[in-house]
């Protein structure tokens, strides 16, 4: 049903749009319904849609709604009435015909349009349209008028256009001629009247204009021919006057200028000859008077000048000779004053002279003073430039000064100027010399024609010495630098006042300038300028009088032991070590007696001694109050024995036996492990006088190490011991821990080298003091090399290598990164001692860094195959694993689910497995059994026993041997047998030093001691109707199926097997194979991992 539902909607769709294709291409429109779909049944007007019955209460696709035409569910007809444009015919809607419309619906007739409209379509037409201006009706057409004609909206017909006006096709009025354009046919545009004529507007022709009148193209009126111009009749333009004539407004000719007057072309009237200038008439221009002759205006001639004046060519009148000009006569006018005269006046016939200190140019109209620098002597056309060495300060000069001493100047100069610093003159000068500045010798005047001299004077032992032109300094060679510090000049010397700036290289000053008669000029500091320089090596002697330098004496005071010693000129320092010497006080005495008084003290001493400083006091002279100076020098070790100068001991300070109370020559306690000493302080006793000594140790002989650091009260850290370091390279056993024999007061450190983890990288590992090495190497390890040492005041540090692994051990060994210090050698180093439980010998050679070889495997019973089988088949799976990776990794996975099966099937097979049980942290592993079984188990050992293998070769045939098996009770186990079993247990130490048994034939480890009388004996623990039986399956690297490692661990600490450069992780522990035995009449059988 929903089916036929949905086909009708989409076939009444389909017609709706039928018929919606049908109504928008006809031009009915919809009005109403009938019963009967016949035109006859519709309205005047209206016709049948297409005899399309419509179901009424729908809607069609226009949104008409038909429930108007009856009740729901009815069907009807539908009428439409014609549309506009179209009227009935009583057959059908037909078109309107050309000319005629219909703007109504459901129309019978049409209607024609009004005069002036057209249809809006050729047929079908809805309404009239009217014509525009410009044209006219015709049926549906509106047409363009012709030219010549035209028409306003609305017309039918066109009107032609009047005389003077012009239209072109389609114009709604005719366009008049403007002025100066005339018309002669109506249908062609207005032309422009050519030039000479002219016309006014709505013109039909142009008219000639009169004489004295133009015009130009398209000309409503013609003009006046202005004044300077004339023209005949039908001019288009007026001539112009030629020069020298003239004419009026509409004039015809032109009249010539009268004399005195001129005209150029185009005139309108002739103009007067200005001043100056002339005319004969009937000319374009007047002619300039000549120089030296005027005129007035409108002159037929000219006038000559009268004396002292004169005129320029064209002149109106003449004129009197300016300033700085005259004239007398003569015939090119007026003259320039020579130099050195000028006139004030105008119209002068001659000139006046300057006076002296003024000049004057040429045609000068007065003269100007000399400016300064500059004089004249009168009647000078320039002032003169003073010359060197002289000056005029003030104008108008007729004469210059002269420079004084110390001055100088140029030409020109105004003012003379002071010479620059180390510069003078003698006066006069127009340069300045340069001052002496080399004072070895007195220097000779540098100008001779003066007649003037030097003379120097000398700051020498605190007193100014007068020396002659070259003669020698007084300080000879011993000054470094001579400064002058003043000159001063008069008529006939130059003096210099010098002073020793600094002593030569290598000399001290002997006292310095005191004294304000020591200071003069630009030495203008006291206690700044050496007086006198001496070696500092000589002041080892007092210095002696001098002849020529003084008559005084000289005495000298010493800083030495904490005094100031007395001494007099010649005689030796008090000191026997010093190396050199410094002044800290002069005193010179004056001319007159009075001694020199010198202080000195002890500046260096010598190399390979040291200096104990004390303070000078403060009642000295100078600079020598409270001066920390030497008061002494000794040697490294001269305190090695305490020396006789320290009266009242020595104090040797450091803790314990290092120091001590000596007295004098005694020797120091730590004398024979101190190589320098050092004085620290000094007292002298008050009453006694006994000086005594604070010493300590400040360097260790070779070899030795400084520790035991302290802080004295002073705040220096001094050294407390002096002790044997070890030696780099040196291999020891107790280096297994971080000791030594004393940690001297200093933070120990110990570095081990080591590898650790699946890549075994290498790293080193710090421990502290009494710290063990790392465990890797702790317990494996036999002995360790001190690889390297350092040492400072507060930490040592020590860098360890392992030197050799246990014979029972394999090693891992370093690699090119890993050297240190005195280990210098890859590949030498172990860096991790694995437990294998097989004693290994010594390998042959070093092995490479590339590769760590494997001990060697000591022999068992059962042969070995060749290393070098197993490493070729060992390289060639690897290289396989590697080509062929993803599919191993499948291969892989495979494996592990089989064998998690299989365990699986193990665990659950064994029925005897739940009273397994654990004796604790040394892993055996107990099961235990009925009573009844046990003969089973020793008629398994007697029928086996000739079947049995060591070292774990074959479990199945050489396990009930190894089963030391006693009944509690009635039952018991062949004596003979068990002290042979017995005496192939021998004790043995782990990794983590705990003991275990190890059988030497089969290779089986426990804990349980089964020598004979040991502590744990054969037996096992006795219970009703039950035995024990601990089985340790052996741990040995022999293989059972001849690989080079086997993983067999149930617990137990990893142990890692190298063979050629390849290494496995494999499970090492006591119990690497655990049996799993079941009672029943199989064979027992070894499920390894079960």
Known sequence: MALHLLLFLAIFSWTLADVSAQFEANVYKYTGCIDDCSNSECPSGHRVYDNYWVQFGATDSYGQSYSMCGWAWQERCRCHGCSAGYFDSLTDCAACPIGSYTSSVASTSCSTCPSGQRTNAASAATGCVVCPAGKYALLDQCNDCTAGTYSSAESSTCSACSTGKYSQGGAASCTACTAGRYALDTRTPCADCSAGKYAEAEAALCTPCAN?????????????????TYAAGAASECTSCS????????????TPCSAGRYSSAAAATCSECPAGTYSLGATEACSNCPAG?????????????????????????????????????????CSDCPGGTYTSDVGRSSCSLCGVGRYAGTAATTCTDCTAGKYSTGAAET????????????????????????????????????????KWSVGDSSSCYELADNFENCPVHPVSDHLVDNECNYLYQNDWKTVAEEGASPFGNTCGSLAMCQHESSATEDDYYIACAECADGLIPLGVNSGSESVRGACSSQGHYPVACVSPTSLATCPQEEDGLTARDHDCKYFYNGDWVEKDGGEQTPFTTCASYSVCDATYGSNGGMKNEFHIFCAACPDNY????????????????????????????????????????????????????????????????????????????????????????TECKDGLEAGDYFTHSTGRTLL?????????????????????????????????????????????????????APQNLYAGCTSFTLCSYATTETNTTMNFMCSACKPDHVSTYNTEAGVEGACSSSGTFPTKCVYTGVTTESPTAAPTPARTPSPTIAPTPTPTPPVNHVENTLIWMSNFV??????????????IILLGMGAYKCYHND??????????????????????????????????????????????????????????????????????????????????GVKYFENTRTRRATWTDRREGGDGGLGVPEGPGSMSIRNAGSGSGSSRRGSAGVNQSRRGSAMNVSLSGVREDVASSTASSSNRFEWNDNPMRDEEGG
């Open 212 to 228: 004295g009148k133009y015009s130009g193209a398209a000309a409503s009126s013609c003009d006046d021919c202005a004044a300077g």
């Open 243 to 254: 020069a020298g004539t003239y004419s009026n407004t509409a004039s015809t000719l032109c």
């Open 293 to 333: 002759a005027y005129s007035t205006s409108s002159a037929a001639a000219c006038f000559p000048c009268g004396s002292g004046t004169w005129s320029e060519p064209g002149s109106g009148s003449c004129t009197a000779c300016a300033q700085g000009k005259y004239r007398l006569a003569q015939p090119d006018g």
């Open 383 to 422: 002032c003169s430039d003073c010359p060197g060495g002289k000056y005029s300060s003030s104008e108008a000069a007729s004469s210059c000064s002269t420079c004084g001493r110390g001055e100088y100047s140029t030409g020109g100069a105004s003012s003379c100027a002071a010479c620059d610093d180390g």
């Open 610 to 697: 040291k200096s104990f400083m004390e303070d000078s006091g403060s009642d000295q002279p100078g600079t020598c109050g409270n001066l920390a100076a030497i008061s002494s020098c000794y040697s490294a070790n001269e305190f090695a024995t305490c020396p006789s100068y320290a009266t009242g001991g020595c104090t040797y300070l450091g803790p314990g036996t290092f120091g001590g109370s000596r007295s004098p020559e005694m020797t120091a306690p730590s004398s024979g492990v101190c190589k320098e000493y050092e004085i620290i302080s000094k007292s002298t006793d008050s009453i006694t006088g006994l000086i005594s000594y604070d010493v300590a140790c």
């Open 720 to 772: 407390g011991s002096c002790y044997d370091a070890p030696d780099a390279g040196s291999d020891q056993s107790s280096y297994k821990s971080c000791t030594a024999d004393d940690a001297h007061g200093k933070t120990v450190k110990c570095n081990y080298l080591s590898s650790s983890g699946e890549d075994g990288a290498e790293q080193w590992s710090g421990v502290g003091y009494g710290e063990n």
């Open 882 to 895: 590697s080509a062929h990776f993803e599919l191993f990794l499948g291969l892989l996975a495979l494996v």
């Open 911 to 992: 029925k005897y497995r739940d009273r397994y049980d654990s004796d604790g942290e040394r892993g055996d592993s107990m099961w235990s059994f009925d009573a009844r079984d046990v003969d089973r188990v020793m008629e398994r050992q007697a029928s086996q026993r000739t079947g049995a293998t060591g070292g774990g070769a074959s479990y199945r045939n050489g396990m009930s041997q190894e089963l030391p098996l006693m009944n509690s009770g009635s039952r018991s186990v062949n004596s003979n047998h068990h002290r042979e079993l017995q005496e192939e247990w021998v004790e043995r130490m782990d990794p983590n």
